[in-house]
């Protein structure tokens, strides 16, 4: 499963963006997908995820009330929406695909990942 992760840029703090990441083949569709979130100097830390059907969803408590992950399988992608950004949101975004349908924080259990998109929050 090959993943394309987009959306990133640079935004004001406040400010919104929507990630979307898409899966190569349909695979995913059965499959828990998360975001993870590595900032300059630091180690890479989970976001979000959502469970196969959508109808479980996690968040990391520093992006609870601001982030919303859906996901429409009819189109292989996921999307990671990013509201009240604040500077400490800056990072390089990666997309993942865990081993199995259930929500997971543990980047152990993410087998594919995207190449990563850019977020800067400016203050």
């Known amino acids: 499963v090959q993943l394309q992760a987009s959306g990133g840029g640079l935004v004001q703090a406040g400010g919104s963006l929507r990630l979307s990441c898409t899966a190569s083949r349909r695979t995913s569709s059965n499959n828990a997908v998360g975001w993870f979130r590595r900032a300059p100097g630091k180690e890479r830390e989970f976001v979000a995820t959502?469970?196969?059907?959508?109808?479980?969803?996690s968040y990391a408590d520093s992006v609870k009330g601001r982030f919303t992950i859906s996901r429409d399988n009819a189109k292989n992608t996921v999307y990671l929406q990013m509201n009240s950004l604040k500077p400490e949101d800056t990072a390089v975004y990666y997309c993942?695909?865990?081993?199995?349908?259930?929500?997971?924080?543990?980047?152990?259990?993410?087998?594919?990942w995207g190449q990563g998109t850019q977020v800067t929050v400016s203050s």
């Open positions: 959502i469970s196969w059907n959508g109808g479980s969803t």
């Open positions: 993942a695909v865990a081993g199995s349908s259930a929500t997971t924080s543990n980047a152990e259990r993410y087998h594919y």
